[in-house]
Structures are given as structure tokens and as C-alpha cells.
């Protein structure tokens, strides 16, 4: 968790020690919300030139100025990945980005959303509705609780699930462990695929081993993609997916102009290449 004080001087400070050593601050003009809710501080701020900006304990979870690549990338390198994604999960991303872009794939029928903290919904349905835009969806089940438990109780029905969590510190952690990614394989159908928060390959080389080591035990295919997001630490984080069947790194399906021109990071090209990994990563994940 970031320090309580991370607001001076008209700027927002985050800090953690999962990059401990390094910071990064955005200008704000305005606290727009702030509140305590039963699991954490939930606050949206006006930042100057980066739109408004949502944070968790202190933590950025998004800014209106780059969320898309984060959460396109998240949602549609396993979407497409799958060649006929019918029913899907999504656990945390309370702020509705991922759903967002789940929604875009006409073929999925059902989409089970696990958020642990309502505030998150409701404070997104607030102040951030060009994300929090899918949660009217008929297609569309909210589910308030635990995701971590949500996911054990289930059994071979989804094709595909995406886990959107914050930092790996405080309750999130379980999300980063072995018997969670057992209870996703369980989770899914036979082909299905999973994709999770992966962190950073420069900050987070731990994480991101463990992940992977993870993934790479449980799964048939495993694959680590990158996006570039300048308001995550160190500018970028990455994608942690596990696939039962199909190949990760190429779409398998075909992208519509309708839905390609809503977007402004995901294309087919950067499905591919955002697993071409700099060599550092790649000697990181070869030695798992
Ligand atoms: N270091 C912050 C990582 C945040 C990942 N989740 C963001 C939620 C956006 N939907």
C-alpha cells in the first residue's frame, strides 16, 4: 500500500514497495471522491493533462489518458486468441474498463463480473462512465464478493477468463498464487484460456517469474505479453496467459472494421508483437 500522504503540494505521489526506490506523480486539480470503503480508499481525481485518474489505496489503477491500452490488451489478446469465446469471467477491474471491451465480441453470449468492493462500481459508475459503460448489458451478471472464492466454486464453463486485480499486496495477493491459477484451469472449459494482471518484466521480475513458472505448470501453452502504459510504474505492465488449447500469440479470429475503428491500441499486429519480448525477459522466461 502507497503511503496515506501522498497528496502535496497540488501533486499525487505514488509509491509502493513493490518498486521501492522509484516514484511517480501525476499533477492533480481536483479531488472529485474520496472515500473509505470496507476494503480500501477509493479516490478519483482530476489530474491536469491526464484526464481523471483512478486510485486504491493510494495506488493508480488507471488514467483516462492511456486506459485503453491497458484494458484492450487485456481483454481482446485472449478474446481473440479463442476462436469462439461463448462464455467468459472477468474477476476485479471494477472500474468496468474490461468490460467495456468484452462486450465488443458479439459471439460471447455470458459474462460473469466478480468485483470484491462495490464502491469501485459505483464511484466508476460516477465519475468514469465512458469506462464504466458495459454494466447495463443484458449479457452481463455482477457478482459482489470474493473472486478468488467465485472462482473455486466453479467448474468447466468459461472459455475464456480475464483477472484484472491491482498490485500484489494486501488482500490481492492470493491472486498471484498457485491454488488460484488451479482453481482458473479448473474454471475453464477444455480449450478455454486465461489472462491475468502480469505486472512488470523490469520491476517485477519475481512476480513475473512466478507467474510464469505457474502458468507453464498448469497449462498446455503459456505466453507473457506487453503493453506500454505510461501512467504504470515504469511505464509499462504485462499479461500473464495460460491456454488449455488454443495458440496464444495469433488472433484466431478475425477483427470487424465496426469494432477496430472503436479501438486505439489492440490491432492483430500488436496481438503478435506484444509477445516479441526484449531479451532480457525473454533469457528471464526461458529459464523457468
Ligand atoms: N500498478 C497498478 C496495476 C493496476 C492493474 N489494474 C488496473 C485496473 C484497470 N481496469
Redesign the pocket.
Known amino acids: 500500500m502507497a503511503d496515506a500522504n501522498h497528496i502535496k503540494d497540488g501533486w499525487f505521489f505514488e509509491s509502493c514497495s513493490l518498486w521501492s526506490g522509484m516514484g511517480f506523480a501525476l499533477e492533480i486539480e481536483k479531488v472529485l471522491h474520496r472515500e473509505k470503503s470496507r476494503f480500501q480508499q477509493v479516490e478519483v481525481f482530476q489530474t491536469k493533462n491526464y484526464g481523471k485518474m483512478l486510485a486504491l489505496d493510494g ?4 488514467t483516462e489518458f492511456d ?1 485503453f491500452a ?2 484492450e490488451m487485456l481483454a481482446h489478446v485472449p478474446l481473440f486468441a479463442h476462436p469462439f469465446p461463448e462464455s467468459v469471467l472477468v474477476i476485479g ?1 471494477g ?1 468496468g ?2 468490460l467495456r471491451e468484452v462486450c465488443r465480441h458479439d459471439c460471447v453470449k455470458t459474462i460473469d463480473f466478480c468485483e470484491i468492493d462495490e464502491a469501485v462500481i459505483r464511484v466508476s459508475k460516477q465519475f468514469l462512465p465512458t469506462l464504466a459503460c458495459g454494466f447495463d448489458d443484458p449479457r452481463v451478471n455482477v457478482f459482489i464478493g470474493d473472486g478468488y472464492a467465485y472462482v473455486l466454486e466453479k467448474k468447466n464453463q468459461y472459455d475464456v477468463i480475464i483477472v ?4 500484489p499486496v494486501g488482500p490481492g495477493e492470493v491472486l498471484f498464487k498457485k491454488p488460484f491459477y488451479e482453481g482458473l484451469k479448473a474454471a475453464l472449459k477444455p480449450d478455454g484460456i486465461v489472462a491475468t ?1 502480469g505486472e512488470s518484466i523490469f520491476l517485477h521480475q519475481e512476480c513475473v517469474t512466478n507467474l510464469a513458472r505457474i502458468t507453464k505448470q498448469l497449462f498446455v501453452q503459456q505466453a507473457y505479453a506487453c503493453i506500454m502504459v505510461p501512467t ?2 515504469g511505464g509499462n ?1 504485462g499479461i500473464c496467459l495460460g491456454s488449455l488449447g488454443p495458440e496464444l500469440k495469433q488472433p484466431a479470429r478475425k477483427i470487424s472494421d465496426r469494432v477496430q475503428k472503436k479501438l486505439q491500441y489492440y490491432t492483430p499486429q500488436i496481438h503478435a508483437a506484444s509477445f516479441v519480448l526484449p531479451d532480457f525477459a525473454r533469457r528471464m522466461f526461458d529459464n523457468i
Open positions: 495506488i493508480i489503477q488507471l486506459e491497458y484494458q477491474g472500474d474498463g474490461i484484472d486485480s491491482s498490485d494482471q504504470y510504474p505492465i
